[in-house]
């Protein structure tokens, strides 16, 4: 067997990559291993329709990045640059009518106000709870997650504790319900869920939509000129600067060891790779545990509660019913470029009833 890497990544998206920088950074001998002929995972760009016309194939949005250090830290803003669109989402619905997120925070809640006047001074409250939050709900992302006793220590220190904890389990029709009047804001709020993975009954769901909507609000969505390729790109320039390895083409079939330590990681060519110090996976959590590790290392009772599992889903809902812009409403939609345009029926139960069939069309095909 060769010499053993002390750190090896299986999966070279964003995540994997950055975790593969700093491991390097830190001295370690990182080995980054991708099935895929090329960097990027959830962030590939490629020519899908005609040459020299360059797709985002997953994500396209560059958003929670702005919030990140990693991008400071690792020196990447000199490698990509930024576009920012000043509509950094608009949903559209079947009768021709779009509501929209505009940077500007008066046409925002001007857009709101055309659906529900109640609804518009509601966007301008939850914003500012976002900007009175912004730094604690900044470092939490990027720090590890409290352990259930401390987390509830801290609801319970604080006056609005229970109603932040309920918060944080309300899903987003039950808290838009309760918050919002008119089905549009509704909508608005539960494609927000969709598209962090939650449907609209789905816990936590409620306080995902509100940091998706302020995170877009006050930060944008902006564009990576040439695609969101160009940031995994930066990562991977970064990583073998620092003397890390990234090899493509590469399945790993199987993490290999005990119930106590990974040992080495066995390739769908046979090969197998030592490990010296630590396996990290950028791969879906089922695939880790049921195929990677398998109930072997992970033990029969931990395999059986993943099997019954199913994993998260982002779509983008559409209707073959919508058309062109009503003329009585402003803000025609070509006059603006934006980020996301998201069409479906005005309705949260619309986003429900995809997400179901889209529930169940993964667990048949798993």
Known sequence: MPNPQHAIVIGAGHNGLTCACYLARAGLKVLVLEQYHTVGGMTVTEEETLPGFWSDIH???????????????L??????????????????????????VHRDIGKTVGDIAYYSRKDAETWRVLMKRFLAQRDAITASMFSPPPSFPVAAADFAASPAGMEAYRFSMQSVRS???????????????????????????????????????SVLQHVGNNLVKGGMNRVTLALAEHLQAHGGEIRTNV???????????????RLASGAEIPLGELVVSNVDPWHLVMDLLGAGM???KSSIRWRNTSGAIQFLSCSSRWRALSTTKPDPLRANPRMFILP?????????????????????HR
């Open 59 to 73: 994500a396209s949005g560059y958003q929670l990045a702005n919030l990140s250090p990693v991008p400071h830290e």
């Open 75 to 100: 020196g990447l803003l000199d490698r990509y640059e930024l576009i920012e669109p000043e509509i950094p989402f608009s949903h559209a619905f079947p009768n021709g009518d779009i509501i929209s």
């Open 175 to 213: 808290w838009a319900n309760q918050t919002l009047e008119a089905e549009a804001t509704k909508t608005l709020f539960g494609s927000f869920a969709t598209f962090l993975g939650t449907s609209p009954d789905d816990a936590g769901g409620a306080e995902l939509s509100w940091l998706f909507a």
């Open 251 to 265: 399945l790993v079939e199987k993490i290999l060891g005990n119930a106590k330590r990974a040992t080495a990681v």
């Open 298 to 300: 992970v033990g029969e």
């Open 344 to 364: 479906n029926r005005r309705s949260t139960s619309s986003h429900g009833s995809i997400y179901n069939v889209a529930v169940v069309h993964c667990l048949r």
